[in-house]
């Protein structure tokens, strides 16, 4: 009698183990053979997590700009036929704003720098045209820009106490698991600190 055939490959048969099944046996039969040692998160890359990886906070902490640009609120702009602002403050990555961000005006801003309080919005400097008139700067931004253009959020990578680095995972260098196409971590969207240790197997 010829063997009825399935039209979808990846069905089971009832009394065939499933991937996850196989890989419960194997863990719960398996030991390590291998010594464990803690080292900083940043010499991770290339060995095997021996512990699940937490993140301690958010990553990015803050909302961010994806871009070098200018900084706006989108509810001060015309998105059809586009807006200028005056910059009344210069915002980069690892400094306080330097000025208060006064209403309608705009922020020179660069890549990583935490959003100024009050704006939501980025246009990249490439798209904008300046004009100093006097001892200010204005910038023209074109039409076009969506609400949150440019922006990376708080917590947009990771968020505090989640985190895909699983113990067992190969800890990855950025790009690895997408040009491998294997279950890995990618090491570099933990925060790279002096004082955050993990475990690894040697």
Not at 52 to 63: E, K, L, S, T
Not at 92 to 118: L, N, Q, V, Y
Not at 148 to 167: I, S, T, V, Y
Request: glycine share 8%.
């Amino acid at each position: 009698m010829t063997r009825k055939l399935r039209n979808d490959c990846f069905l089971h048969d009832s009394d065939r183990l499933t991937h996850a099944e196989a890989v419960a046996i194997l863990r719960k039969r398996m030991d390590t053979v291998v010594d464990v040692e803690q080292v900083p998160v940043d010499q991770a890359s290339g060995h095997i997590l021996a512990e699940d990886v937490i993140a301690p906070r958010n990553i990015p902490a803050h909302d961010n700009a994806a871009v070098d640009g200018y900084a706006f609120a989108h509810r001060d702009y015309d998105e059809e036929k586009g807006s200028t602002f005056r910059v009344s403050a210069r915002a980069a990555a690892g400094h306080a704003i330097s000025d208060e961000i006064e209403i309608g005006s705009a922020a020179r801003i660069f890549t990583g720098a935490a959003m100024p309080d009050g704006l939501d919005s980025i246009v990249m400097q490439e798209d904008t045209d300046t004009q100093i008139k006097g001892d200010e700067i204005w910038v023209t931004i074109p039409g076009g820009l969506k609400q949150g253009a440019n922006r990376r959020l708080a917590a947009e990578d990771m968020k505090q106490g989640g985190g895909d680095a699983g113990h067992g995972m190969p800890a990855a260098p950025a790009g690895y698991r997408q040009r491998r196409r294997r279950r890995s971590c990618n090491i570099e969207l933990l925060p790279q600190t002096q004082s955050w240790r993990i475990l690894i197997r040697r």
